[in-house]
């Protein structure tokens, strides 16, 4: 039809593909390429190139960089660069005419050290870290619970004695079925610490990520085939020695920045709500006969108390080491004295001499143990004291993580 114009949609399409291909044009022809010697074989070939150059804007304007990208052709025909047909790509260097100034970060002789702040911690990182201390913590205490209760199911061999029948209903009300080696409650502990580590792998020791998924394999392989009793005991013998090694990696090896603090604030919380709550549940009125030398071993406290009280010193003996006592590592009063120095460590924790409100909260439940007699700590108060804990916890997350 006279007059008709061309569709210009093939022809669009066309120089696209060849555009894509390598083929440069000049308006709407096609160009032939310059060609550069290439080694191939052990001689050199002229080949087509084709050189993106960048150029870069600083304070004085533009300015070409002294490089570029380069496409070689596969074949010596100068009017195509076809990637899917064996060409080539190569980064393109301008060598100096004269030698080269060496830049270097490293500092220089007699230079000054300057250090660098470890700078601010994400909420997020914090809140991970936190979780991280909490669920070792749980972990460490499901474990020393189930190692006593295997323990005494292997000499016994018979589950539905007094102290094994309770020790199955406290482990069931914090979601560990004591029916079967490895319960799936400890398993979810160990996978959510593996998982909130996960989360902040650059903020601890390397040996100490290894160890924790070595704990996680471990665990894994042992709920395959560990049986109840004897069996049972020593795969908790084990998998506490590795919640131990990886404490220790971590708290040797990292750095003491506010991301330690938040780890070892999860570590103190955990620890003394799983301590009260155990010490509430072993020396209730009704607790079977067994219950305080339980307590004793799962608190790991069994030499001290020996060596600190005489023989008739009564089940108040009990609370003060493991409740009121300041030197023993795993009583309430060392999480809370513990608790109480990193809050007030933590950024807006003392502000020109006041406490923030989380840092109030932990004095006064500080102050409260302190002055404390064992025979204040009834079921009732310990009951409180837990409660207290988890309070103080819920107040970082609100002061820290919103």
Known sequence: MLGA????????????????????????????????PVYVDGRLEPRPITLRVYAARTNKGWTIMPGGFARVGSTADTTAIAMQRGGQAADVWVVSSK????ITLLAQDGEKLVRQSVGNLPSRAADNLIWLGRYAERCEATVRILRAYNARLAEVSNPDIPLLADTRVYLDSIDVDAEHALPQGLLAAIDSAVHSA??????????????????RKTSRNFAARVQLGDDATRAMTVLLRKLAGFSGLVHENMYRFAGWRFLEIGRRLERGIQIAGIARWLTREDAPDGALDMLLEVGDSVMTHRRR??????????IDLLVLDPLNPR????????????????????????????????????TELRVAEPEDMTSERLE???????????????AYFV
Request: proline residues 5%.
């Open 5 to 36: 114009t061309l569709d210009p949609a093939p022809r669009d399409a066309l120089r696209a593909r060849l555009v894509d291909e390598g083929i440069a044009f000049v308006g709407q022809e096609p160009v032939t390429l310059s060609t550069a």
């Open 384 to 398: 409180e004291l837990g409660t207290a804990i988890g309070r103080l916890a819920r107040l970082i997350a609100d």
């Open 99 to 102: 030698p080269v100034e060496r």
């Open 309 to 318: 009280y005489n023989v008739a010193a009564g089940s108040n003996s009990y």
């Open 198 to 215: 996960g989360q902040i792998r650059d903020r601890f020791s390397p040996d100490g990520w290894l160890a924790l998924t070595d704990l």
């Open 331 to 366: 009583s309430v009063l060392f999480q809370v004295e513990a608790l109480k120095e990193q809050i007030e460590q933590l950024p807006g924790g003392v502000a020109e001499g006041l406490l923030s409100d989380t840092a109030k909260a932990v004095l006064e439940l500080h």
